[in-house]
């Protein structure tokens, strides 16, 4: 597995890529959760904020998209501010110092249980990195309440926004990750063991 990190300048280089990135959004989004909101013809599910400088995540087993999720500036209209402004009455952070982190999903095969399957933790620790490195100190959200406490098992400090309000039928709540150096090591000591424990476990069954 590795861990492609491209800006959005970057898709005319990596058409059929990027191609298969809003397919598997529009299957996650829209067919799986309903969003019908962002529905497309064409199967892809891609929004204004897909510019030239939205950073995209794109996990690859081979060459095979096994995850995806994508920052956004704040400096920039983004989700929370154009879309969602409802959800955090009191303001929100935004700067060069602040991001929003939308759209992480992972396709079927490679599913499993909690934060810290392989793929979740490297998705993890990949944009916890890559945002420390440049120079981002905060990530805004916009999820399910649940996930907020996903977040704090895994040694996140979340800070709500607001409270939760329906949307689509489904609540959501807007908040906040600090991003520390100290909370970079810890996903990156969860990721080793998590790997270690894989490989044990890989070794056991042969």
């Known amino acids: ?8 300048k970057d898709e005319w280089k990596y058409p059929e890529l990027f191609d298969e990135a809003f397919r598997l959004r529009h299957k996650t989004f829209v067919e799986e959760m309903g ?4 529905r497309k013809s064409d199967g892809r ?4 904020f897909d510019h030239e400088d939205a950073v995209h995540f794109m996990m690859l087993d081979g060459g095979k998209l096994a995850s995806y999720s994508r920052l956004l500036p704040t400096t920039r209209p983004h989700l929370l501010s154009d879309i969602y402004p409802h959800l955090a009455p009191r303001g929100y952070p935004k700067g060069d110092h602040v991001w929003e982190w939308t759209r992480w999903t992972t396709a079927w095969p490679y599913r499993r249980q909690g934060l810290w399957s392989f793929e979740g933790g490297a998705m993890l620790h990949t944009v916890a990195q890559y945002a420390l490195q440049a120079g981002i100190r905060e990530l805004s959200l916009q999820g399910h309440p649940t996930w907020i406490t996903r977040f704090l098992q895994v040694g996140y400090m979340p800070r709500p926004l607001g409270i939760p309000e329906s949307v689509d039928g489904e609540p959501v709540v807007a908040f906040v990750l600090p991003l520390t150096p100290a909370l970079l090591q810890s996903l990156e000591d969860r990721v080793a063991q998590r790997t270690r424990q894989d490989n044990f476990a890989l070794l056991g069954a042969v």
């Open 45 to 48: 599910e891609r929004d204004q």
């Open 1 to 8: 597995m590795k861990v492609l990190t491209l800006k959005g």
């Open 35 to 38: 969003w019908e909101a962002v």
